[in-house]
């Protein structure tokens, strides 16, 4: 039976959080740790937590320095994994519903493909608006796709402890501000795939992803999801990030003539970033977006 830490990054979840951990710690034909660390929260989120430790399973790390963001609290958390104790390591929101099966699944792909990362598709859903949307994210991959953007969200993503631990060294000399502003799915996907590492995208939906106005980013599927993301794009955001993901993921001389076009980032730079769009994203009609916002200067 496949051992896996599954870590939990919690921060103003009191509503949500029970019913995500009882979801976790029924997951069907796995053995699960779940590791819980809350981020400083400031309505009762901390102290629903304390209600799992007596759990023989559940661990919370007791840490008050506040990391500012999802991501650090990730990281901060994989950095305290004993990762020769677990074959993987998967990421789970706060406020999500886990298929039984999520983690059964995930480890039999791993297998069936020799793969290291796992990602998968997702059920948006809002109990306010009554709505849900099937969220596909298992497109192709690209030759630079993991430059421009993460495999799904990150609470889909299951890692074999190999990749963890590549992962935790990469990130050993990163503090906690260094992750403000930053995505560690994308930085996780990034790392496995510019070593090279196999990776498998499921089209199975086995996360039920809660939308609500606490969501740091959110499916960002409506026309106001939309306006944040031109808005990101347009303030420097996602060119940031492009640059700092290829600094950290170890990328070399296999990624260094498109991380110089996008430093540079003249206009002919971004003549050429167009000619070798269709690499950048895993989706067509966001390779076209992509071309626009290369081709008026709003990268």
């Given at each position: 039976m496949a051992k896996i830490a599954v870590l939990l990054a919690a921060y103003n979840g009191e509503p949500f959080i029970v019913s995500q951990v009882n979801s976790i710690l029924s997951q069907l034909d796995v053995d699960v740790d779940l590791y819980i660390r809350d981020d400083g929260s400031t309505d009762k989120t901390a102290d629903v937590i304390q209600s799992f430790a007596s759990l023989i399973n559940v661990t919370i790390i007791e840490d008050d320095a506040s990391t500012r963001s999802a991501a650090g609290n990730f990281f901060k958390i994989l950095s305290q994994i004993e990762m020769e104790n677990y074959d993987y390591v998967a990421f789970a929101d706060q406020d999500d519903i886990w298929d039984p099966e999520k983690l059964k699944r995930a480890h039999a792909k791993i297998v069936e493909g020799d793969h290291e990362g796992y990602s998968a598709d997702l059920i948006a859903y809002s109990n306010s608006k009554g709505?849900?949307?099937?969220?596909?994210?298992?497109?192709?991959?690209?030759?630079?796709?993991?430059?421009?953007?993460?495999?799904?969200?990150?609470?889909?993503?299951?890692?074999?402890?190999?990749?963890?631990?590549?992962?935790?060294?990469?990130?050993?000399?990163?503090?906690?501000?260094?992750?403000?502003?930053?995505?560690?799915?994308?930085?996780?996907?990034?790392?496995?795939?510019?070593?090279?590492?196999?990776?498998?995208?499921?089209?199975?939906?086995?996360?039920?992803?809660?939308?609500?106005?606490?969501?740091?980013?959110?499916?960002?599927?409506?026309?106001?999801?939309?306006?944040?993301?031109?808005?990101?794009?347009?303030?420097?955001?996602?060119?940031?990030?492009?640059?700092?993901?290829?600094?950290?993921?170890?990328?070399?001389?296999?990624?260094?003539?498109?991380i110089e076009l996008v430093k540079r980032n003249s206009f002919l730079d971004r003549l050429k970033l167009i000619g070798r769009v269709g690499s950048f994203r895993r989706k067509t009609s966001e390779c076209r977006v992509l071309s626009v916002f290369f081709f008026f200067g709003l990268f």
């Amino acid at each position: 039976m496949a051992k896996i830490a599954v870590l939990l990054a919690a921060y103003n979840g009191e509503p949500f959080i029970v019913s995500q951990v009882n979801s976790i710690l029924s997951q069907l034909d796995v053995d699960v740790d779940l590791y819980i660390r809350d981020d400083g929260s400031t309505d009762k989120t901390a102290d629903v937590i304390q209600s799992f430790a007596s759990l023989i399973n559940v661990t919370i790390i007791e840490d008050d320095a506040s990391t500012r963001s999802a991501a650090g609290n990730f990281f901060k958390i994989l950095s305290q994994i004993e990762m020769e104790n677990y074959d993987y390591v998967a990421f789970a929101d706060q406020d999500d519903i886990w298929d039984p099966e999520k983690l059964k699944r995930a480890h039999a792909k791993i297998v069936e493909g020799d793969h290291e990362g796992y990602s998968a598709d997702l059920i948006a859903y809002s109990n306010s608006k009554g709505h849900a949307q099937y969220l596909k994210k298992s497109y192709p991959a690209k030759d630079f796709d993991y430059l421009f953007q993460g495999a799904s969200a990150g609470c889909t993503y299951v890692m074999t402890s190999k990749l963890a631990a590549l992962v935790v060294r990469y990130t050993a000399n990163l503090q906690s501000a260094d992750f403000i502003g930053r995505s560690h799915d994308w930085l996780v996907y990034a790392i496995a795939r510019a070593n090279q590492m196999s990776w498998c995208y499921d089209a199975y939906a086995p996360i039920f992803y809660r939308q609500h106005a606490s969501n740091v980013y959110g499916a960002m599927t409506t026309l106001g999801g939309l306006l944040e993301k031109i808005k990101l794009v347009r303030g420097g955001w996602y060119r940031s990030n492009v640059l700092w993901i290829a600094e950290h993921c170890g990328a070399g001389d296999r990624e260094k003539d498109v991380i110089e076009l996008v430093k540079r980032n003249s206009f002919l730079d971004r003549l050429k970033l167009i000619g070798r769009v269709g690499s950048f994203r895993r989706k067509t009609s966001e390779c076209r977006v992509l071309s626009v916002f290369f081709f008026f200067g709003l990268f």
